[in-house]
């Protein structure tokens, strides 16, 4: 597998917001991450990508363990977070280029810049401020950066927010192609949508827990809901949420 979680777990005064998670995903798959608000989505990717260290538990990318080999494993991943974090003072240009050293890439990355930011028809406007830069034109920018060291791993947190419907077309053609081309993606959204159309397995995460996980067909049969990925995804999580409920009303 290129993922590996092993009982990942993260614990805040004493709330575990992530408790024990188990998976392993292969190289090039589309993977999506679901659940419903405050399941542990976004703290599951942060440990993921390395932003936040776990209480408990190991992270394992392409076979390196991210404790143990953090540079080698972020030289592997690309992240594009929910709220990206970018120097407003820069134009898109000097700001890829600040990423480009930071990945310790060659001259050669100019090129691939170019490419970048014409698929992402940022073209135009790479020597703008990005103070300057639309919202939706921000998040198009980090996706740059977050593939511009050609990452064998992509862990995308709400990658929609903002953009415009050809730029969400965009987007997802392009996770297709990532894949397509062995690049594995561990995609959170709150799209069922999305996930449907862009995901080949599909795992719910539920306070802290995974609850369900496998491909539609899977998780149709495991709801017993032959419906859409909304109807599989509301009967799986009010289940487990009404189970939760009753265990904590018995005496």
């Not at 135009?124 to 980090?142: F, K, N, P, V």
Request: charged share 25%; with cysteine; net charge neutral.
């Amino acid at each position: 597998p290129m993922i590996r979680l092993i009982n990942l777990t993260k614990v805040y005064q004493g709330l575990k917001a992530v408790d024990g998670l188990n998976l392993e995903i292969d190289k090039g798959a589309r993977f999506g991450f679901l659940g419903p608000n405050g399941a542990g989505k976004t703290t599951t990717i942060k440990m993921l990508a390395g932003v936040l260290r776990p209480t408990q538990g190991r992270v394992i990318i392409d076979g390196l363990d991210l404790d143990r080999e953090p540079e080698a494993v972020k030289g592997r991943v690309g992240f594009i977070p929910d709220r990206p974090f970018i120097y407003e003072k820069l134009t898109g240009r000097e700001f890829l280029e600040l990423v480009a050293g930071l990945y310790h890439l060659n001259s050669g990355s100019s090129h691939r810049l170019g490419e970048l930011l014409g698929i992402f028809d940022l073209t135009h406007w790479q020597d703008e401020l990005i103070e300057s830069y639309s919202h939706g034109m921000r998040q198009r920018l980090i996706m740059c950066a977050a593939l511009l060291h050609r990452p064998k791993v992509l862990v995308v947190d709400e990658p929609m927010v903002g953009l415009d419907p050809r730029g969400a077309k965009l987007v997802k053609d392009l996770f297709r192609q990532e894949a397509e081309q062995g690049t594995t993606l561990f995609l959170s959204t709150h799209s069922l949508e999305v996930a449907e159309e862009v995901c080949d397995q599909i795992a719910i995460i539920q306070a802290g827990r995974i609850i369900a996980t496998g491909s539609g067909e899977n998780l149709r049969v495991q709801a017993g809901v032959d419906g859409n990925l909304e109807q599989i995804f509301l009967k799986l999580t009010e289940g487990k949420r009404l189970a939760h409920e009753r265990s904590l009303s018995a005496p």
